[in-house]
């Protein structure tokens, strides 16, 4: 007996203890009395579980097969999350969260959701977020978020709200919302003007992944105090200053997964304060120059996956020298990177170059006064002795974390690459002089162009009119040219060769107006002292 009494008593000192954790908790759930925190998370549960602590806080059953919430949850006054995400809820019955008048979390996002009404979420009074996310919702009826007095973030993307499903009064009372997530809907249009002026404190709107195409001028107006606006993904193919009308102070923009063919520099440029843009995935193939002129407080930029960029011009960020970080990554187009691009970035501290088409980098392409991180892998680098000194370089400077493409083969060493250099100097000083010769012959050809054409025409004249002898003879079967005088210097006789006998009559020919006495048998002209042969010589050697 005093046995039985001893274990009785035992038990009554340890049960409660077990009560309140191991005998309430659920298989495949953890729950943590001290920190009064239960996770079920792929626990199969298919309904809330009632017999858990009734003090808990946080109460998370994702990725269960949950399909209704019923009277269960109420049993959990103190709760401060509450997440259902990733089950088979089809809807929420009418205040169904009445006493959870201290839960701050509520995340039903990716259920089978279709509707919300004003009863829906009666008694969350200091509810903070608010997450539907990846619902069926078409429909946001009016009202529905007036209790919500408190709630600073609101996200409804992925549903299926169209323009005319978002209410103008959908959002009345949330007079604090700072967050509101509307992208990957049916949104055609941006909501009017009628629609945000309720929630006119608004900092962050999401707003991409619907088909807007063109965005009116002074759409976003009403608010003010906006700092960032998500435009992803929303079929724009241009955007103007007037688009931005009013949130001329925001500091983060995202216009990826557009339609841009160029890059859209004077809107931009009205955005004095931006500080971080993400232009990645539009049709531009180049960063001209200066593209991003007037962005002096940019500190991060990010241009990945576009197919058609193939060029970055090296005064592309020459103004925008406050960066601090450069993501241009997955442009497999992106060959043509110029020298010199981010020299002028002094503060520049990370900077990703991974997964493009460089095939070479070197050590001249940016400053590295503040590089902390460098990322140049999965690139076609050709490793060559720009390469060799850009690793070199890196591999020297400690402070830096980087990842760089591996080489295939024997990457030069320092030796090899001032062997290589001088050798290229001095084949570079060759061509330079050959091509500096070849340039003033050229030149001079061009200068005395005129008197070398007159030379040459003359000097063609002269060889036609000159001696020549047929077959390298001078018997009477020989051809030679004669020269005629007077008006007939421009013609050309071919005779046979001046023969002893044909001499006298051409010579009496060429003297008909002269009497020549004949002494010896030979003309007067003869018997000068000049002549020292002994028979007359050819007319055409006089």
């Not at 038990?11 to 996770?39: F, G, Q, T, Y």
């Not at 591996?406 to 250099?421: A, F, K, M, N, S």
């Not at 054409?453 to 009119?465: P, V």
Request: glycine fraction near 6%.
């Amino acid at each position: 007996m005093t046995l039985i009494l001893s274990w009785l008593f035992i038990l009554v000192l340890i049960v409660p203890d077990l009560s309140s954790s191991l005998l309430h908790c659920p298989s495949r759930c953890h729950c943590d009395d001290e920190k009064l925190d239960v996770n079920c998370e792929e626990g199969h549960l298919d309904v809330v579980p009632i017999a858990l602590n009734p003090s808990i806080q946080r109460l998370v059953i994702r990725n269960n097969k949950i399909r209704i919430i019923d009277s269960s949850v109420q049993f959990y006054s103190e709760l401060t999350l509450l997440d259902l995400s990733f089950n088979y809820l089809f809807n929420i019955p009418d205040r169904t969260f009445a006493r959870q008048n201290k839960l701050q979390q509520l995340h039903l996002n990716h259920n089978k959701i279709s509707a919300v009404s004003n009863r829906t979420f009666v008694g969350l009074n200091e509810l903070l977020v608010l997450n539907l996310r990846g619902n069926l919702i078409d429909l946001i009826e009016p009202m529905t978020f007036t209790p919500l007095t408190k709630l600073e973030e609101l996200n409804l993307g992925q549903n299926r709200i169209t323009s005319v499903g978002l209410s103008i009064v959908g959002f009345h009372g949330l007079t604090d919302l700072k967050i509101l997530y509307l992208d990957d809907n049916r949104l055609e249009v941006v909501p009017p003007e009628e629609t945000f002026q309720p929630v006119d404190k608004l900092a962050e709107l999401y707003i991409g992944t619907n088909s807007l195409n063109e965005i009116k001028n002074s759409a976003f107006a009403v608010l003010s105090e906006l700092s960032l606006l998500d435009l992803r993904s929303a079929l724009l193919s241009n955007v103007t200053s007037e688009t931005f009308a009013g949130i001329e102070n925001i500091k983060s923009l995202n216009l990826a997964d557009n339609r841009f063919q160029k890059i859209p520099s004077e809107a931009l440029g009205f955005l004095k304060r931006l500080e971080d843009l993400s232009i990645g995935q539009n049709y531009f193939e180049t960063v001209s120059a200066n593209s991003f002129r007037g962005l002096s407080n940019l500190k991060r930029f990010e241009l990945r996956g576009s197919l058609f960029l193939r060029k970055i011009e090296k005064a592309a960020f020459q103004t925008n020298t406050n960066l601090e970080s450069i993501a241009i990554d997955s442009n497999k187009a992106l060959t043509d990177l110029e020298e010199e691009t981010f020299s002028g970035l002094l503060y520049l501290k990370h900077l990703s170059l991974r997964n493009n088409g460089f095939e070479r980098l070197d050590e001249n392409m940016l400053s590295w006064n503040s590089l902390r991180t460098l990322d140049i892998s999965d690139n076609p680098i050709n490793c060559d002795c720009y390469y060799s000194k850009l690793l070199h370089r890196l591999q020297t400077a400690s402070r830096i974390s980087y990842n760089a493409t591996g080489c295939p083969h024997h990457l030069p060493d320092q030796w090899e690459c001032e062997y290589i250099l001088d050798k290229n100097k001095k084949v570079i000083s060759v061509l330079v002089l050959a091509a500096a010769l070849v340039t003033a012959i050229v030149l001079t050809f061009f200068r005395f162009r005129g008197l070398l054409l007159e030379y040459a025409h003359n000097g063609c004249k002269n060889t036609s009119h000159g001696s020549v002898s047929g077959g390298g003879g001078s018997g009477a079967s020989g051809v030679r040219p004669v020269a005629l005088t007077g008006g007939e210097l421009n013609s050309v006789d071919y005779e046979k060769a001046i023969t002893e006998d044909d001499y006298v009559i051409r010579q009496s020919n060429l003297y008909s107006n002269q009497v020549q006495p004949i002494l010896n048998g030979y003309p007067a002209y003869m018997q000068q002292a000049n002549v020292y042969y002994n028979k007359p010589l050819p007319i055409t050697e006089l």
